[in-house]
């Protein structure tokens, strides 16, 4: 019983390692040769996973050459244009100025009404507010809408909002995060300062984020 259950536990991490060293884009942003990896990857873990005759060297041997070769291709990818092309294709526009382009659609095999469904998904309810609409490498599809239906921003209303930034948790149900502290150039006193002011201590905080430009959000512990 041991022995399944050690083998489960180093091809499970074996695994998560290699994931980790691909990056750390969603399963729908894939490119094409990074979901071959990923798919021949838990191929080959769950051989000597479930066949304890198999050495456990048979998986974790071709498990590092396919992330090894994942790693250099990426390397040549980045340093070649025509090559990053070759591997994981590019961009195709489908949606011109309010107009399908049939023919790419027939030459991608796309339906109309996966293309009317993804839209929908982006909260636009008609082809006809497109300017272009493209089909990434990764197979998603971005749209540029055109301007009459394009969300009003401040500068168009000539407007200057407050600024924010990126908000880090500073503290975690009642424990500060050093991490955090440290991105924002912070030290215990400042958090334990603000908290005071507002007749809280550190332990009665279940969540706490704030950003560099001073805007946080603090949630109190529920009461027991």
Known sequence: MAVPLLRTLILYFAVIAAVRLMG???????????????????????????????????????????????????????????????????????????????PKLREMRLTTDEIIETLRKQNVSSVS???????????????????????VTAEMLGITPKDTGLPLVVVSDGKLVRRSLRLLQLDPKD???????????????FLMTLDDCGNSFIQRKEKR
């Open 24 to 102: 750390k884009r969603q399963i729908g942003e894939l490119d094409p040769s990074e979901l071959v990896i990923t798919i021949l990857v838990s191929d080959l873990a769950a051989v000597p996973m479930q066949d304890l005759g198999i050495p456990m060297f048979a998986g974790l041997v071709p498990i590092a050459t396919l992330i090894v070769l994942e790693i250099l291709l990426s390397w040549i990818a980045l340093k070649s244009r025509t090559f990053r092309r070759l591997l994981n294709g590019q961009p195709a526009i489908i949606i011109r100025g309010g107009q399908l382009d049939i």
């Open 129 to 151: 507010d497109v300017k272009y609409g493209v089909i990434e490498p990764d197979g998603t599809l971005s749209v540029i809408l055109k301007q009459p239906q394009q969300p």
């Open 191 to 205: 958090i334990e300062n603000r908290l005071r002011n507002q007749s809280l201590a550190v332990s009665d905080v």
